[in-house]
């Protein structure tokens, strides 16, 4: 049962945080709203569901992000334990680094990230793909969501997804996941990329879409954490760097940013012949104002 657990790459673990029940769990578990004994009384969590043990089971399998998908849809209990504690400690253990700068400063009060820990955990072991077309960003298929072996994110890329005038934000960005397109000319395939804002709540980016009384999308929403989205290309945030960070035409690509700062999007690569690769190779990691970022916090989060 554990073996078919780990092949179903769309465990409901993984899932909109408003599906039926989740906060029915989540009051349970933390030992309110049921009027008596809680989930720390009696012998409620005796056993398996003892967080010590669950901690420790865990650890043992190196938080394998597939196995603690597959614990969270056994009980509304345990699906509880794995988005507050769980996914925390995956997050902590695979990209230290990463949660470090998106928890400094004072921005997750008591370690809680906007969408929740285990919306961070989907986020970085998670390619949502392409799963239907939107207004500037029209593929020939569909591209599934899958989990990935590795990811790197960067804040050097994040900083070229960002408008002059919101530099001063921090974002994790990945490399892009390519997905081969059927169909498409000139030899360009599917990227599909995502990311995080560090405090995305006082972040300049969200007090610029607020102030210039940015539209939320009515069709689209965040894949990891199920909240609304802007869609930055229809805000005029998208700037020339992103396009050439991902290797992309311009106006070959397109991304949105929900409400918890959660970001993805879409772009076409186009192959590189051997000259090209040289190219890139030979020239200077560099953003908008021409100077590299030497305190860059590039991690590659691996299974």
């Not at 590795?150 to 934000?169: E, M, P, V, Y």
Request: charged share 25%.
């Amino acid at each position: 049962m554990m073996e078919r657990g780990r092949k179903n790459q769309k465990c409901s673990s993984f899932c909109n945080p408003s599906m039926p029940g989740a906060t029915a769990a989540a009051t349970s578990i933390s030992g309110g709203g049921d009027g008596g004994g809680g989930a720390y009384g009696g012998d409620v969590n005796a056993g398996i569901l003892d967080e010590t043990v669950l901690m420790l089971v865990f650890r043992s399998l190196n938080w394998d992000p597939h196995v603690i998908c597959v614990a969270a849809c056994v009980s509304r209990r345990l699906r509880a334990v794995a988005r507050r504690v769980l996914f925390r400690e995956l997050c902590i253990s695979r990209a230290p680094r990463m949660v470090s700068a998106l928890t400094s400063g004072g921005v997750a009060p008591a370690g809680r990230l906007g969408g929740g820990w285990h919306a961070l955990a989907k986020l970085l072991f998670f390619c949502c793909g392409c799963a239907a077309p939107t207004r500037f960003f029209t593929p020939d298929r569909a591209a599934p969501g899958h989990f990935v072996g590795a990811s790197r994110f960067s804040k050097t890329s994040g900083r070229s997804f960002l408008a002059r005038r919101c530099w001063g934000d921090l974002l994790f960005v990945s490399d892009p996941c390519e997905h081969p397109a059927a169909g498409r000319g000139g030899g360009e395939d599917l990227g599909a990329y995502r990311g995080v804002f560090r405090g995305f709540m006082r972040s300049r980016t969200r007090a610029w879409l607020i102030g210039k009384q940015a539209e939320l999308e009515t069709k689209v929403r965040c894949p990891y954490c199920g909240a609304r989205v802007w869609s930055m290309t229809a805000a005029g945030l998208v700037p020339r760097s992103a396009s050439k960070r991902l290797g992309s035409h311009e106006g070959s690509l397109e991304y949105f940013v929900c409400v918890n700062g959660h970001l993805h999007g879409y772009c076409w690569l186009a192959h590189l012949s051997t000259d090209d690769d040289d190219e890139e190779d030979d020239g200077d990691d560099t953003g908008d104002d021409g100077k590299h970022n030497e305190e860059d916090a590039e991690r590659n989060v691996e299974f």
